[in-house]
């Protein structure tokens, strides 16, 4: 027997989890809701209370701002849910998702899909036997005009919730709990932040909104005893560890996107832990903790003090 999964949104990521969800065959799409019933096309239904009644488990991949409300009726429903990131787009909205997510007795996973990515995976293997002192880390989104909507804060919740989210989960998954961070905005999107951890490493995070493609949009560096990794996006790993030992380097790039960027795993582990009735790979309280932490760059920023993570 199938799992019927609907989605609830039929924009790019959409596109994304269904496609990997086509080619599992434990799994049968169930229908798609989108306010455009034409970008739904052929498996369209005419509500949410349709697609859930139709449906085992749902994605929620509508814009940012609605993740909440959409998330909230699916586990009132009884149905495993697979959040976008970011699960929310204020503290409060997101304390009360992770609420319901933990009293439910259904799967609910958030969308950090640069866990499975294997650059990442692979520098998380290499953190385990060469700890690291200290990081270096940049995201820049290029541009804020193509799509139109990604510069409109009323849908995303804001730049820092759009795209630097990403990497304040990666710093948590790479170096543990984040205790402070300290940040200032230069100007309108355009952040430098200083990061600390509770086994006392810091981390330096640089992260701007318009700074126009040039690669890697992406990177992280991380520092060890006599040890650097290196990031590119997810093409490239290169890693040297030892003070006389040469430089490896692993490449990606040959991957499909779906298996580079973490995607094709993160919904396999999906429907793993809806079948086993397991946890799942990333949890409300990992979704919570993100959203706790861009509300405190937030803040930092605009107060010009450091702030305490203190979930």
Known sequence: MSLKIGLIGAGFMSGVHRANLERDDRVRISGIYDVDPLRAGALAVASVDDLLEASDAVYVVSPNTTHVDMAMKALAAGKHVFCEKPMATTLEDAQRLHAAARASKTVFQ??????????????????????????????????????????DAAVTGGFLFETPIHMFDMMRFLLGEIVSVQARESRKDDYSMLVEFDGGQHATFVTSADTSWFFPY????????????????????EWRIGLDKPTSVENFANLTREEKWGFAEEDRLFVDAMLAGSKPPVTSYDGLKSVEMTMAVYRSAREKMAVSLEL
């Open 110 to 151: 958030v969308g950090h899909n640069r866990r499975f990515a294997p650059v990442y995976k692979n520098v998380k293997k290499l953190l385990e036997t060469s700890p690291a002192h200290c990081a270096h880390i940049k995201m820049n989104r290029g541009e804020l005009l193509n799509p139109a909507w990604v510069g």
């Open 218 to 237: 992406e990177s992280v560096e991380v520092y060890g005893e006599y040890s650097t990794i290196r990031t590119e996006e997810m093409e490239k790993l």
